[in-house]
């Protein structure tokens, strides 16, 4: 019954079919062959994609060094409060561009123009009294030109009744009263030079406007001026604003942070090299950037300014300690500084902190590796914003100066606010001069209260008038052994007596009794 089925299946079967799956078998060699050209070809692609990588890598490739850990960064210049104060107005916000010298922050004023008000009114007090000073000295040394007069007048009085006393024309008792006021008067001038050599230790060798407390003053004023100038909050440089933390009604110390101000026409590259890539790294060298943000279609062609000298890690706020032996062996990343053309930046903005895949062209020479094209030359490496504030405090320093000085100077010392036609001569001690006696006289010497020991300078005391009076002098011209020296000659050149004078031997009793 079976056969008779199977027969007649294969009898249904229309001739010419193909014959069934079962009877299909393919030979090893035929796949051999195939699973051969297969890989013929794909041993044919990638030795067609080695050559020309290899190719592409000789004749372009190898002159590159390519990295992708590059950054674009910039001046990030921060505006700080320099002076103490509450914040009443905030005048800039983030993104805003600003320009060099705009007003940013004010701060509350009220306690600096006090304090600046304080400070003039010392500065004019200190004038005023330094001053006073240099016209005490005027008077003081007007009382010891008076002095010094009356003492030359006394002591050639003495001089001419020590001549005279030979003859018993004057007396004991008047020798002995003038040798007491020359005595007193003498202290006198002592005690003038020393109230001059104070004012002197004061007010010497300087005058009103350089006194080194006017000076003080001023500049303290000068201080207090800066502080008050600098509750206005003004911009260094032009830029956009960019991380603020004023806010108003906060109090602010010098050096707290405000904002920040970013120049975007002036922004470069930093390049993270492996230290197996410097070796052909140069300055000058041409180098190629993309940013994520053009992709492809943007390209800015810079140049390699210089090499930074360390590794991050040698920057770093906890550097590594290598030397304790604990390290692992890794390579190191140096910055490369890489310039950006500012025309490219001006028609294709960047911002700082952007990611960037940057090319390096070591084909060329470039310059030395010790050499640096990077410079300060653009506008936010300067400002001039507080150019005037010195000079106007000055200025005002010297107005309350000229204002609160009452006594017209030269300024050519402490001499010209002592003489109105010239300057007056140093105090010079007085050089003792010995007065010879009379000759076959014997010079006992009378009681003085004190040692003479004055510094009063000759040059306080003016010429003697000729003529002496006949009151005041008894003797005429004529008398005395001696008289070319008296009369009209008197007093031209003055000179100092002995600590005693001469009288005869029957009057030296006096002088014993006194003592």
Do not use: C
């Amino acid at each position: 019954m079976s056969t008779t089925t199977a027969d007649m299946s294969q009898s249904s079967q229309s001739p010419g079919a193909p014959p069934a799956a079962s009877s299909y078998r393919i030979h090893p060699k035929a796949i051999r062959a195939r699973r051969n050209r297969r890989l013929l070809v794909v041993a044919l692609l990638v030795l067609i994609a080695t050559v020309g990588y290899l190719m592409y890598w000789y004749t372009h490739d190898r002159f590159w060094i390519r990295t992708d850990n590059a950054y674009v960064t910039g001046n990030l210049v921060p505006v700080a409060a320099q002076a103490s104060g509450i914040i009443t107005q905030v005048l800039a916000e983030e993104t805003q561009f600003v320009n060099r010298g705009d007003l940013l922050v004010r701060l509350d004023e009220h306690q600096a123009y006090a304090a600046l008000g304080r400070a003039r009114g010392r500065l004019g007090e200190e004038v005023r009294r330094i001053a006073a000073l240099f016209i005490n000295r005027k008077q003081l040394a007007e009382k010891l030109r008076s002095r010094t007069a009356r003492l030359e007048l006394a002591e050639h009085d003495m001089d001419r009744y020590q001549r005279a006393s030979p003859s018993g024309a004057i007396s004991k008792q008047i020798l002995q009263n003038t040798a007491d006021k020359i005595a007193s008067l003498e202290a006198e001038v002592r005690e003038t030079q020393a109230e001059l050599d104070s004012l002197d230790a004061q007010i010497g060798g300087t005058t009103v406007m350089a006194h080194p407390s006017v000076d003080l003053a001023k500049h303290q004023l000068i201080e207090a001026h800066l502080e008050y100038a600098r509750q206005q909050i003004r911009a260094p440089i032009s830029g956009y604003v960019a991380k603020r933390k004023a806010q108003v009604g906060d109090r602010v110390q010098p050096g707290a942070s405000l904002m920040t101000i970013v120049p975007l026409d002036h922004l470069w590259v930093e390049a993270n090299l492996r230290e197996t890539e410097l070796q052909h790294v140069r300055p000058g060298q041409p180098a190629l950037v993309s940013v994520s943000l053009y992709g492809s279609k943007q390209t800015f062609h810079g140049t390699v300014e210089g090499l930074v000298p360390g590794s991050g890690s040698a920057f770093a706020l906890l550097p590594p300690d290598n030397s304790t032996g604990n390290f692992i062996h890794i390579v190191e990343r140096v910055p490369v500084r890489i310039a950006l053309p500012a025309d490219e930046l001006r028609e294709h903005p960047i911002r700082p902190g952007l990611s960037t895949v940057t090319s390096i062209n070591i084909t060329e020479s470039g310059q030395s590796v010790w050499t640096s094209l990077a410079t300060p030359s653009t506008a936010e490496y300067e400002t001039d914003v507080y150019a005037d504030e010195l000079p106007t405090a000055e200025s005002m320093a010297k107005e309350v100066m000229a204002t609160n000085l009452v006594v017209s100077e030269s300024g050519e010392g402490i001499d010209s606010l002592l003489e109105d036609e010239g300057a007056i001569e140093r105090m010079r001690p007085r050089k003792e001069v010995d007065r010879s006696p009379n000759e076959g006289q014997v010079s006992p010497k009378l009681d003085r209260p004190r040692e003479r020991n004055d510094r009063s300078p000759s040059s306080f005391v003016p010429r003697r008038s000729p003529d002496l009076g006949a009151t005041t002098f008894p003797l005429t011209p004529s008398i005395g052994p001696d008289s070319r020296s008296l009369g009209p000659e008197a007093g031209r050149n003055p000179s100092r007596l002995k600590s005693g004078f001469a009288l005869d031997d029957d009057r030296r009793a006096f002088g014993a009794g006194r003592r």
